[in-house]
């Protein structure tokens, strides 16, 4: 097939065209057009009042039983999380066993994977492993690393080399299942925030409100239940899939549907004040356009969009801009094929009140705004719906292109840093003077590296021992006494900041992290774990320490299988990532080797070390 490179069709071929209303004809002409809108301008603004009223007052109302049809993403309904109580997600598994392998134990329930994309370690990398440590986020799986790209191109086939490799991994059917949930992030520019717990939640409580709003608007139809004995009623729409969002497009064209077909945000008009989403320059603009960097959903949905994305690239030859293009490109198409059915299935109502609010620049229509788009080709039998949505609040992924202005590290339990804040920030309306409950409700910043194992006895099968002078950490602290990275226009504390764009943020925010002042103490005391029964089957466990069936602790697999230590990653990055002047890692109290139960050295003699 000829690659595509424009779109230069309407939306479906088969689609019945509908004649132009008489009144609209008359609408249209001069004589007529300036009585009629004086008429019905009154009208309108009445209705247009009613219905932002109207939305402002509807409850949530997440159904759980949704029915799709097999060409459209599967429903998921993240696991519901009660105070300290494990949810499916997060469940323990069972066991016949007493042997101390994990192959005895049966993990039922669904398993959060994270892949992390990246060829080789940095720096930059090693303090993204150390706030998953931190945080206790399941082990991350590196795909691509140790590959070489020597392809053509600017990046050398790396962006095309990483939508492969994910794609391929998430096709394992040993160690991923279509109702996991998977976690994608960039490899050199994420670090994490807040624990899982809370990106799980959010991401649950950011998939019922799309739903509700796309139910809203784009209503009910007829589809086939799931044993496909009948059918019944359900949303046309539904979102699964959660990524990152943008303030400017790019690199795709300011005309392609990937640009000009989109939703707007769900913050408000005047978020940023009388510049709101004119500023050319981007700054003031509200977050929709979507970034490829971080990607949360159920396994089964975001594998059948990195399976478009790779048929993109090596077959239409879409990739040579880079993965961020092929992504918005299959967003764009879905919300163009989304949007340009509701209008030409409307009836003659419909269409005139389109016709009038896009006339007065009240429609809420991207199709309907005063710009060109390049109608796109639709291919017969081709997918266009992927259940494709933003996070626009940044609650689970703050990217910061154009948008680092907008947040502020905050120590919510110094109040007196408020009123500076609003008087550098004149156009931010309202912010919280304390976090939100569901920061408030989880457990301790600390808590999540896991108490660790204060022994120093190294008969005692311990990964690493205990010492007084670099496992020194507060008894308490709480989220009030941290600071934490604040949007203040958006009103949220991100789950995780993709420090994309402008890269000085690596180096000059690091620092403000939470984590910064204990970031050694907590990877020790996250590596430290016992060899026991208990510890196996830990291992083979979802839970808040153990998040699949491989297990691993203080490190990280790649796609090949491979695991790999904190100590063999990130060697000699210790001066970039703890900043502490403690030296290498291991041999900050002089030079012995160590190896833990299994006969791993998990420190090595210093010779050993050059």
Aim: hydrophobic share 35%; charged share 20%.
């Amino acid at each position: 097939m000829t690659p595509q490179t424009t779109f230069d069709r309407i939306s479906d071929p088969n689609q019945n065209s509908y004649p132009t209303p008489v009144f609209l004809r008359m609408a249209r002409s001069r004589r007529s057009r300036t009585p009629i809108l004086i008429a019905i301008t009154g009208l309108l603004l009445l209705i247009l009042g009613w219905r932002s009223s109207a939305k402002l007052s509807t409850k949530p109302a997440f159904s759980t039983a949704y029915h799709l049809s097999p060409s459209s993403p599967t429903p998921y309904n993240a696991p519901t999380l009660h105070d300290d109580t494990e949810s499916p997600l997060l469940a323990p598994p069972t066991s016949d066993d007493n042997s101390t392998a994990p192959k005895g134990l049966q993990k039922t329930n669904p398993s959060f994977h994270l892949l992390v994309p990246a060829s080789e370690s940095n720096p930059n990398l090693c303090k993204t492993l150390l706030s998953v440590f931190a945080l206790a986020y399941p082990s991350p799986t590196l795909i691509n690393y140790g590959k070489k790209f020597e392809g053509d191109g600017w990046d050398k086939g790396s962006h095309a080399g990483k939508i492969r490799g994910v794609y391929d991994y998430l096709n394992n059917k040993k160690e991923v299942k279509d109702d996991d949930m998977v976690l994608v992030i960039d490899g050199y520019d994420v670090w994490f925030q807040l624990p899982p717990v809370i990106m799980i939640k959010r991401y649950q409580q950011l998939i019922n409100e799309a739903n509700n709003r796309l139910r809203r608007r784009y209503g009910t139809e007829l589809k086939h239940t799931d044993d496909g004995a009948g059918s019944e009623m359900g949303p046309k729409y539904t979102q699964t899939v959660v990524f990152g969002a943008d303030k400017l497009c790019w690199p795709n064209g300011a005309s392609d549907p990937a640009c000009a077909a989109i939703p707007y945000s769900t913050l408000p008009k005047d978020a940023y004040g009388p510049l709101t989403d004119i500023d050319p320059r981007g700054f003031h603009n509200r977050p929709r356009f979507l970034n490829s960097g971080t990607v949360m959903g159920p396994v089964k949905d975001v594998r059948a969009i990195y399976q478009v994305a790779v048929e993109k690239v090596e077959k239409d030859h879409r990739g040579t801009l880079g993965d961020q293009f092929v992504f918005a490109e299959i967003y764009g198409e879905q919300e163009y094929q989304r949007e340009t059915q509701r209008l030409s299935s409307q009836g003659t109502g419909g269409r005139w009140y389109e016709w009038l609010s896009n006339a007065l620049g009240a429609s809420d229509s991207p199709l309907a705004a005063n710009q060109t788009i390049n109608n796109m080709t639709v291919i017969p039998g081709r997918r266009y719906e992927f259940g494709i949505g933003l996070d626009y609040t940044s609650e689970m992924f703050q990217t910061l292109t154009h948008s680092a202005d907008d947040i502020r590290f905050l120590t919510y339990n110094d109040s007196s840093i408020f009123p500076e804040i609003m008087e550098q920030y004149p156009n931010v309306k309202a912010f919280a003077t304390i976090p939100p409950m569901d920061i408030q409700y989880a457990h301790g910043p600390l808590w999540y590296s896991s108490p660790g194992n204060r022994s120093s006895d190294l008969k005692d099968g311990i990964l690493l021992p205990h010492s007084d002078k670099l496992d020194d950490l507060p008894e308490r602290l709480d989220w009030f006494e941290v600071p934490l990275a604040t949007n203040l226009y958006a009103g949220t504390i991100p789950s995780l900041l993709h420090i994309n764009g402008d890269k000085s943020p690596l180096d000059d925010w690091w620092s403000s992290m939470w984590y910064h002042p204990y970031g050694r103490a907590l990877v020790r005391r996250f590596i430290r774990s016992t060899q026991t029964l208990q510890a196996a089957r830990a291992a083979a466990a979802g839970g808040q320490t153990w998040w699949d069936m491989r297990g691993g602790r203080g490190g990280v697999w790649t796609d090949s299988g491979t695991w790999m230590s904190w100590g063999e990653v990130c060697k000699a990055t210790e001066e970039e990532v703890f900043q502490d002047g403690k030296g290498k890692w291991g041999k900050e109290e002089g030079s012995r080797k160590v190896t833990n139960s299994f006969g791993m050295v998990v420190i090595a003699d210093e010779d050993d070390d050059e």
